[in-house]
């Protein structure tokens, strides 16, 4: 199917690391966008928590990122890039339970290691990589079209 | 798409002054000011009430039903939200509220924080055996129920399928008088004297699509002065004999946290307030709060004694029925349902929703999600050129919705103060650029006697 002359809609929105006052609001947007064009609700719920994990990576972690939401007909696509300390263990960062979260973050709830998880299960591709010391990107893909889920 | 959705407001275009008060206070966005006059986009109100009380000008009218509609019942029986019980003085208690209703003409008066106790019992038995996703969510509040069937429909499902303490009561009692008096269920009638107005569009379109057994409501801003005379006569019990009626585990239903506080073991939350519940449903959606049970939740601050049709100082009535659960506990007086009863008819789905609540999220920007996405990228387009003040001049409550409305039809861009200046440059361009033309023109119809003179010159 050609996909090139479909209607898409892009936007990035800013994230700032340790603002733990505005957390949740990109993905509270992203949420708003996605019910406004009528994508289904069990899918705007998989968003949702995927778009709000990614964010709070970015505000727990890094010194600052972009989010970018790409929608065309077909999918649903979240960049998110940060400026951060890195991740050296990817494959240790996706095992539910393991975190680096301070003891703060834990008492507010955070950092309780399934927030990589979380991403890749509700994703339907998921892509991540990272430099230590410059930062972490994320790309996450959720297919509105059944049939293309590969 | 279009659906008719019954709503328990009605805007007087004869007394609205179009002063935009409403349209700024609606959680939803659902009003706007169009020629001067309020309207409401049907699809997008949970009858809330945010509107009828900021309104300056009486024009928001809540839809109760007037006193006369109870001629039409053989018998009727009054069922008072357990708000009413708040809005007197201390040593007003329910037994003497109760009696008052009966002299103003209502042939019973049910004392529904009993039925509230039973509903508590029924909760706590249904988190007991609940393995699904969590939290769920109380649906005493029915603008809460609207609320998530509109702006929240992937978490219908977190709505607690137990029914209501005033259905549950309503179907008992007709069930009861009937056999009682010989009378059709149909010739009873159940009146709700209500704190707020959306009880009234539970009663005529619930939101699981049924039917209710309430056939009417009453305004307690309506009852309350005939009531206050008709207590006056009223013979007064001792006060810890009419203490000893009062279920202490339902009449905490009257306020924010009531639920909560039945459900002890449970980790539950109390949020009140629409502004603060979008804040908790926000949370759920991104799946924080998986670790509570229950969450209560009601649109009125401080919960039903905030309600919009009441009389008394929200925060009056509020410690009024928090003094009446201290004194109850400090008297260790229960006067609750039996559980053991309550097990055995929750056994038997006595309290269960007879329907399942089906979500009705917003028309999308377009049915077909290609020009949807268009529509959208091109609001946002439009939100971008805009001043982003929300000062709602346009008629549309902020900046995001007059985008919205520009590109579905319903409004002008030039209905924008700010592109006002931009519209007279437009229109000045235009003009110059006619202006001009003329002049060519001009110069052109003079052509031919300059061209003569010219020839005559030159002859």
């Known amino acids: 199917m050609n996909h090139g002359e479909e209607n898409e809609l892009t936007q990035t929105f800013d994230i700032q690391g340790g603002d733990f006052a505005h957390a ?22 998989r968003a949702s928590i995927v778009a709000y994990e990614a964010e709070m990576n970015v505000v727990m972690y890094a010194q600052k990122g972009t989010f970018t939401l790409r929608l065309t ?24 339970g393991f975190s680096t979260a301070t003891e703060e973050m834990r008492e507010m709830g955070f950092g309780a290691g399934m927030g990589l998880p979380n991403i890749k299960k509700n994703a339907d591709r998921f892509l991540i990589s990272s430099l230590v010391g410059r930062g972490t990107m994320l790309s996450v893909y959720i297919f509105l079209r059944p049939e293309e889920n590969p | 798409m279009s659906q008719y959705y019954y709503h328990s407001i009605r805007f007087d275009t004869e007394k609205c002054r ?9 959680p939803t966005k659902a009003i706007r000011v169009r020629n001067g006059k309020a309207m409401m986009i049907e699809e997008r109100c949970i009858d809330c009430g945010e509107c009828i009380t900021v309104c300056p000008s009486g024009a928001i009218v809540p839809l109760t039903d007037p006193f006369g509609e109870l001629t039409r019942f053989r018998h009727t029986v009054a069922i008072p939200s357990p708000a009413l019980y708040a809005q007197f003085g201390r040593e007003i208690l329910p037994d003497k509220i109760l009696a008052g209703l009966k ?13 509230c106790g039973e509903v508590s019992f029924a909760i706590q038995e249904y988190l007991r055996e609940y393995k699904g996703p969590k939290p769920l969510i109380s649906n005493a509040c029915p603008t809460v129920v609207r609320l998530i069937q509109v702006k929240y429909p992937d978490l219908i499902d977190l709505i607690i399928p137990i029914n209501t303490p005033r259905e549950i009561a309503a179907k008992e009692i007709k069930q009861k008088k009937s056999k009682q008096y010989g009378l059709a269920e149909k010739e009873i009638g159940a009146f709700y004297i209500t704190p707020c107005p ?3 569009i539970s009663i005529k379109q619930p939101a699981e699509k049924g039917k209710s057994y309430l056939d009417g409501a009453l305004a307690i801003a309506d009852v309350y002065g005939p009531l206050l005379s008709a207590m006056e006569g009223v013979e007064k019990e001792s006060y810890r004999r009419a203490l000893e009626s009062i279920c202490i585990l339902g009449i905490g239903w009257a306020m924010v946290g009531g639920i909560c506080r039945t459900l002890r073991l ?12 979008i804040k908790v449903f926000d949370d759920i959606e991104r799946g924080k709060l998986r670790n509570i049970d229950f969450v209560e939740a009601y649109s009125c601050t401080q919960g039903c004694v905030g309600g919009s049709l009441t009389v008394e100082n929200i925060y009056s009535s509020y410690n009024k029925i928090l003094k009446l659960i201290e004194t109850l506990e400090f008297e260790k007086i229960k006067a609750c349902p039996d559980i053991r009863e309550v097990r055995k008819l929750y056994a038997q789905n006595y309290f269960f929703l007879e329907r399942k609540i089906e979500p009705r999220p917003l028309t999308p920007l377009d049915e077909d999600l290609s020009q949807a996405i268009r529509k959208r990228r091109e609001k946002e387009e439009i939100y971008e050129s805009l001043p982003k003040i929300d000062c709602g001049a346009c008629g549309s409550p902020d900046c995001l919705s007059f985008a919205e409305d520009v590109i579905m039809g319903k409004a002008q861009l030039t209905d924008c103060l700010f592109k006002v200046p931009q519209k007279f440059r437009e229109l000045a361009e235009e003009l110059i650029r ?7 023109v001009n110069q052109f119809s003079r052509s031919p006697e300059k061209d003569d003179k010219y020839k005559k010159g030159k002859e």
């Not at chain 1, 951060?84 to 494959?91: A, T, W």
């Not at chain 2, 179009?18 to 609606?26: E, I, L, S, V, W």
């Open chain 2, 266 to 277: 449970r980790n539950s939350l109390a949020v009140s307030g629409l502004t603060e519940i």
């Open chain 1, 73 to 96: 007909p077909g999918q649903i696509h979240f960049r998110i890039e940060d400026e951060g300390p890195g991740i050296p263990d990817i494959d240790l960062a996706m095992q539910e």
């Open chain 2, 18 to 26: 179009g002063r935009m008060k409403c349209m700024r206070a609606c």
């Open chain 2, 198 to 200: 959306v009880k009234m």
């Open chain 2, 103 to 115: 002299k103003l003409g209502f042939d019973d008066a049910f004392d529904l924080a009993y039925t």
């Open chain 1, 24 to 45: 949740g609001s990109v993905s509270t947007k992203i949420k708003e966008i996605l019910k406004e064009v009528g994508i289904d609700p069990a899918v705007i719920r």
């Open chain 2, 434 to 440: 006619l202006f001009d033309k003329s002049v060519l």
